[in-house]
């Protein structure tokens, strides 16, 4: 009798080895491409405090930083329209075409960021160019993000969704990363006033490669195998949108993913990664070199936890890998940033601790936006720019550091009060705990982990197959452009309304509650749900 054929086995390997060469592509494919996008969105967050002064009127720094960070989040702002555009085409027209219009875009208007003439140059014109590129850089994310994760989900192994799905969530921390690489690279080779002239154009017009890159990666893609099933059977659906504010179990899940999950994720990511950058150079006084390169290592560390979080995910379910982000997220995000100054500026949270600043006076209600009216507004001003914590009172015109008291409006008098009392200008390096700075990093970190490594797997398992891109994309670009997108600005905005550069925080703090209380409510447990229902 003669030995069994082998064929079968053999067929069934070249199968296996065929699946796996095809998720290798679609993970290269869209990883890729969402490098490209948040590479291209970041760096203008790093840059962010630059534009201020070359985009914007130089009279007033304070206005000047809020109007850009304020124009970063315009492109976050419009990202849920993005979605519902991008969102509805790819649920009824399939992944792969939405792909490759959403990276054009943002690859040709983040290239012509890198073109633009300043306000030094061109005025008022220059602002709002820039703005116009900020919201088509928007709109292509709004696209990207979340049918990137549908896309990535549908081809992924059913067992290990969290771990196959993680990595695509690295690409905007490696994003960062390598916009930060380059930005420390340059500032290092370049003088300040050549990287103020022309040296930070550089990582916007390089992105024009990377787009080249991209382009050719997802050329080579298939559609999503469950978008396929879903064509022949002829069940796509014709209105998504539609659909999805209908269909009450769905729009349910829709608005658990906006308050929940990706409002936790975004929080946490502009808290951890973009705001940390701004905190550390102008509260803490640190250089940007220092500054940067902190944020950095906390950033590397990222990537392993990210996968291990996706992992452990696939091991104990997703809602208990969130819930745990969500927690510690609230909890810590105060205590950090209390911690960064400490530890970053001793002197200056010394000062902050000893010496009391109280400015009098009447009609004090400085508005970023509206300019100082009057002596008492000019002083709250002042005190933004410096970053002094300081308590206000009515009364006449004064400001009294420590014991002693200025009458009346004399700016340079203030400043030379404060140097008196013990107040720095910059962080002394030498009492500068690196290490301590990098743990209280770290503890952000572990907490955007949690959410990040199980969440590219939840957002697709939430949602029906005919719906799933826009019932992803909306609204967890709302929540990203409207919630995350904003909490730079929202928090410098407070903190000079307040009085109190770590005053704004209160904002993440309270979101990242809400957030978690919404989580031990109604996050249900979908690890391992079928794709295709």
Known sequence: MSAPISLPDDAA??????????????????????????????????????????????????????????????????????????????????????????????????????????????????????????????????????????????????????????????????????????????????????????????????????????????????????????????????????????????????????????????????????????????????????????????????????????????????????????VLGALAVLPVFHGLLAYGNPALERFNREVPVVLSGQECRYDPFGGSRNDCERYQELFARLGVLHQRTEGGLAVRVGGQVIEGYQPEAVKLALAAAGRPEQADPATVDRPMLVALLLVLVVALACITGPQTATLAELFPARTRYSAVALPHNLAAGWIGGLSPFMVTWLSVRSGDALGGLWYPAGLLLLATVVGLLFLPEVRNRPLAD
């Open 13 to 326: 390997a070249d199968a296996a080895d065929q699946a796996h060469g095809v998720q290798r592509k679609v993970a290269v494919a869209a990883c890729f491409g969402t490098f490209l996008e948040w590479y291209d969105f970041l760096t203008f967050a790093s840059l962010a405090t630059y534009f201020s002064t070359l985009f914007f009127p130089p009279e007033d720094p304070v206005t000047a930083l809020l109007a850009s960070l304020g124009t970063f989040g315009v492109g976050m702002v419009v990202r849920p329209l993005g979605a519902a555009l991008f969102g509805s085409l790819g649920d009824r027209y399939g992944r792969r075409a939405v792909f490759l219009a959403t990276i054009v875009l943002m690859g040709l208007s983040t290239f012509c960021v890198g073109l633009l003439p300043t306000y030094a140059q061109i005025g008022l014109a220059a602002p709002l160019l820039l703005l116009v590129l900020r919201m088509l850089q928007g709109l292509s994310v709004g696209g990207e993000i979340g049918g990137a994760a549908v896309y990535l989900t549908e081809h992924a192994p059913a067992q290990n969704r969290g771990a196959y799905t993680s990595v695509l969530q690295l690409m905007g921390p490696l994003g960062m990363l390598a916009s930060t690489l380059q930005i420390v690279a340059l500032q290092a080779f370049l003088s300040d006033a050549e990287f103020r002239e022309w040296g930070w154009r550089v990582p916007f017009l390089i992105s024009i490669g990377l787009l080249a890159i991209s382009i050719k990666s997802r050329l080579n893609l298939h559609e999503s195998p469950v978008f396929r099933q879903l064509r022949a059977q002829n069940a796509i659906a014709k209105a998504p949108l539609r659909e999805c504010f209908r269909d009450r179990h769905t729009l349910g899940r829709m608005g658990l993913l906006f308050f929940c999950i990706s409002s936790g994720g975004s929080l946490l990511f502009f808290s951890s990664q973009v705001y940390t950058t701004v905190f550390l150079k102008n509260v803490i006084k640190l250089d940007a070199q220092t500054a940067s390169g902190l944020v950095m290592v906390a950033t590397i560390v990222l990537f392993p936890l990210t996968i291990l979080c996706g992992w452990l995910s696939d091991r104990i379910g997703r809602r208990p890998v969130l819930l745990a982000g969500l």
